[in-house]
């Protein structure tokens, strides 16, 4: 019985040092203070230049390098949002923590590095 209630206890002791509290930006891949380079590129580079970009479908609006997106980064969020200028991608609305991500960048003052 005593064998019984150590194993216990060394089982219970186990559990609560491996447990550990995340948060929701560590859970969800959110970045408090995005940058183009570490953040935002890889979010166009996987969901926008392949149309947007030179060999894709929308070669007339780029989105490949920093200051195209830049430029374009109001239009891109309103677009993300999808709410009042049509959603892209068109292969359907990004995660949610992309999209904030996107516009903690904007609202941050579009930091490249």
């Known amino acids: ?51 947007h970009s030179v060999n894709g479908t929308r070669p007339d609006s780029p989105l490949e390098t920093y200051q195209q997106v830049v430029d374009n980064a109001d239009n891109i969020a309103c677009r993300l949002d999808g709410a009042s200028c049509g959603l892209m991608p068109q292969s359907g609305r990004l995660p949610q923590v ?11 003052g579009l930091i490249e590095q």
Request: charged letters at 15%; glycine letters at 4%; hydrophobic letters at 45%.
């Open 1 to 51: 019985m005593k064998t019984v209630k150590i194993l216990f206890l060394v089982a219970i002791g186990t559990l609560i040092v491996s447990c550990e509290s995340n948060t929701y930006s560590e859970i969800s891949g959110f970045v408090a203070n995005p940058t183009y380079e570490g953040k935002i590129k890889q979010i166009m580079t996987a969901q926008c230049t392949s149309c």
């Open 98 to 108: 992309q999209i904030d991500m996107f516009n903690a960048w904007i609202a941050q």
